[in-house]
């Protein structure tokens, strides 16, 4: 199944022409006689359109499941509701409901209140003649997308086949840019083709979004120059000004070097950082410029000129064309030139630099960003463009808003500068970031991602922790996401610089950090047993088996340990253990550091020992060295031969496959000599629905002998 990553921008009204495509079974060259239609409606002829309005969503749902699929709105019965329906696929109904015989009537009306409730693509089933009723209404105000079902088929609106038509849905849903071309709708007079007699009649044009394999009659593109795209969008937009009906027209450039350059070619006078007003005639001739003016001029404006478009485009590398160096649109200005009246400008080049994320509109009215969510026509070229999306999906915002609500609960880490766990996703108790854990090591917030992110989630997250760190008067963070999914792990600095010397901070202790591999050095969901360590190690003899970078001997020793002794295979890794005992004034003296393989080194091990704690936190699976559900019974034999008498050994594991029971049971089995004395609790910072497969530490104490 395909990922749909824009199922909540995209909202499809779905329209079902039943009697579409009647004719043909009985070579009648089309649906719209009468006597035919009468015979359709008395059962006499197979309906053709319902079968390929099956074809199309049988596609879809193939593709894409039910439940990832965007947001359907129709008319009920035999004209949308009936086929969505049969699919189990999701949909909202119009209050319009078709009569018992459907007529073109029945398509105007039906239409009419898809528009009216926003959508922004049509679907429709049905031939040309349904092609024609419903240009007479959209003409370009509104992208449609033909399923072939008539009999004569000759506007170049349709998909070749329903399934064709279903695959360009696919790609808009997957983020593929996809082109928006004008394409004629033609119908001829079926009773002269009756005759014998083709008369074919352009009845307009219409916006398709498009896809070269799928759409009939498509050209193909170049590639991009810059300048000469710029000036084709120039060419564009003199094009649009001069077809414009009404004037005086009042044109608001928005700041940006696109739309900027496109001043400049049509000969206004502009400013790059400013938005710049120009009213012009049907010759286009400058009847008045304003330059650089503040939101209560443009106010001012819109209220006054009944004609207006804005002319905007995406600043910076996030995508916003609202909400980014253009405050002075303020909402009502945007409320009353409307996202119709609005022509966003941009390269195709910028906008594969956004990797598919949406163009984000932030009006600070989160009623008018709703309003304006969607897809929506981006000029990219002379008579080109592409159906983007803009705006960010309403899970998105909420998962934002979560993130940003446990941040506040933990406020006080950002003024004491200690490390912790801020959100943790994966314990199932924030829906929807499950994929997610984040954390603070000072200075820096740091995400960790288990897969790829919601698409505009990190753009929102920092828009809105800069909001938050503002109003805290603390200095904006830095901000590193790690992708733990990709193979190797990536990280990405999303803002502000890493420290050359980043550390966690943990009870006045410091611990180096790295960003060069999966794990960056210090593990915050350990809180219980560093605690435990404090009140357990005094004069005690310690094993801190795959020591790693050494946390747990820094805490060991700190609090008293007579010795420790650390072994890990990762010698690189011990030597930053090294550097954090002398970076908190630990001596080394009575610390040793043993890049060794543990499973070879049982016997050096023991005649080190015994010990009086004994610390086992491996890794769930290291390819190579160690793999929990085969090795950690053989670590857990040898604490016979390690563990002093009265000493006690902590085991933990942290792979959810292995409930606490189980463990607890794998290890009785193993160390009969030893009685269980507890489970540390996990840190509060790291709730969990299923708390049996939470991380497990588990503290066994061995029995003395007797006397």
Request: hydrophobic letters at 40%.
């Amino acid at each position: 199944m395909i990922t749909a990553i824009h199922k909540d921008l995209l909202r499809i009204g779905w329209l079902v022409n039943p009697l579409a495509g009647i004719g043909g079974a009985v070579a009648n060259k089309g649906s719209d006689d009468y006597a035919i239609q009468q015979r359709a409606h008395r059962g006499e002829l197979i309906l053709h359109a319902p079968l390929r309005a099956g074809q199309f969503l049988a596609q879809l749902t193939q593709n894409i499941s039910c439940d990832n699929l965007p947001q359907f709105i129709t008319t009920g019965g035999v004209m949308g509701a009936q086929y969505l329906s049969e699919y189990n696929i999701q949909h909202t109904l119009t209050d319009f409901y078709p009569a018992s015989q459907t007529s073109a009537q029945d398509t105007l009306a039906a239409l009419d209140h898809l528009i009216t409730a926003g959508i922004d693509l049509l679907v429709f089933v049905g031939g040309d003649g349904t092609a024609r009723d419903i240009c007479s209404v959209v003409k370009q105000s509104l992208p449609v997308l033909g399923v072939p079902s008539g009999v004569k088929m000759h506007s170049g609106v349709f998909g070749v086949t329903p399934q064709a038509a279903a695959m360009v849905v696919i790609g808009l849903l997957k983020g593929e840019l996809t082109a928006l071309r004008l394409e004629e709708v033609r119908d001829i007079d079926e009773q002269k083709l009756r005759e014998g007699r083709v008369n074919s009649k352009h009845f307009g044009e219409m916006l398709i979004p498009a896809e070269n394999r799928f759409i009939q009659h498509v050209k193909q593109g170049g590639v991009e120059v810059e300048e000469l795209v710029l000036l084709d969008i120039a060419a564009e937009i003199r094009e649009r000004i001069e077809a414009h009906e009404g004037f005086p027209l009042c044109l608001i450039f928005a700041p940006g070097s696109t739309t900027q350059f496109i001043q400049k070619e049509l000969g206004f006078s502009e400013s790059l950082l400013g938005v710049d007003v120009v009213m012009v005639d049907e010759n286009i001739k400058v009847l008045d410029t304003f330059c650089d003016v503040n939101g209560q001029i443009l106010l001012d404006v819109v209220n006054k000129f009944q004609f207006v478009k804005l002319i905007i485009t995406a600043i910076g590398g996030q995508g916003h064309i609202i909400g980014r160096g253009n405050q002075q649109l303020l909402p009502s200005v945007l409320a009353k030139i409307g996202k119709s009246n609005t022509w966003v400008v941009a390269t195709k080049t910028k906008l594969e630099a956004l990797q598919r994320r949406p163009l984000i509109f932030d009006s600070s009215d989160p009623k008018l960003d709703a309003d304006w969510q969607g897809f929506m026509p981006v000029i990219c070229g002379y008579r080109d463009q592409l159906l983007y999306p803009l705006g960010l999906t309403t899970n998105c915002r909420d998962m934002v808003k979560t993130v940003l609500a446990e941040l506040t609960r933990k406020k006080d880490v950002f003024f004491h500068q200690d490390s912790r766990r801020l959100l943790h996703g994966r314990g199932g108790c924030f829906p929807g970031l499950e994929w997610c854990s984040v954390d603070y090591f000072a200075p820096v917030v740091f995400i960790t991602a288990f897969q790829e992110p919601p698409v505009g989630f990190t753009e929102q997250l920092l828009m809105m922790l800069a909001e938050l760190f503002s109003e805290w008067q603390i200095v904006f963070p830095t901000v590193l996401l790690q992708r733990r999914f990709c193979k190797p792990v990536t990280y990405e600095l999303l803002s502000g610089d890493l420290p050359k010397d980043w550390i966690a901070s943990w009870n006045n202790l410091s611990f180096e950090l790295n960003n060069q591999y999966q794990n960056v050095g210090f593990f915050l969901d350990a809180e219980p047993l560093r605690r435990w360590l404090v009140e357990n190690c005094l004069q005690a003899r310690v094993l801190n088996l795959f020591a790693y970078t050494c946390a747990f001997s820094v805490v060991a020793s700190h609090a008293g340990a007579q010795s420790v002794v650390n072994i890990d295979m990762n010698r690189q890794a011990l030597e930053t253990g090294r550097r954090n005992h002398i970076s908190n004034s630990i001596s080394t003296k009575s610390v040793r550091f043993l890049p060794h393989n543990i499973f070879k080194s049982w016997g050096k091990l023991k005649q080190l020992g015994p010990y009086d704690v004994v610390i086992i936190d491996p890794p769930s699976f290291q390819k190579g060295s160690f793999v929990a559900v085969n090795d950690y019974s053989k670590v857990l034999r040898r604490m016979d031969s390690l563990v002093a008498a009265g000493g006690r050994f902590v085991a933990c594991h942290n792979a959810p496959e292995l409930t606490f029971s189980e463990f607890k049971l794998l290890i009785e089995e193993c160390c009969p000599e030893f009685v269980f004395e507890k489970r540390l609790e996990p840190s509060p910072d790291f709730p969990d629905t299923q708390i049996e497969r939470a991380l497990k530490m588990c503290i066994y104490r061995r029995r003395k002998p007797h006397k």
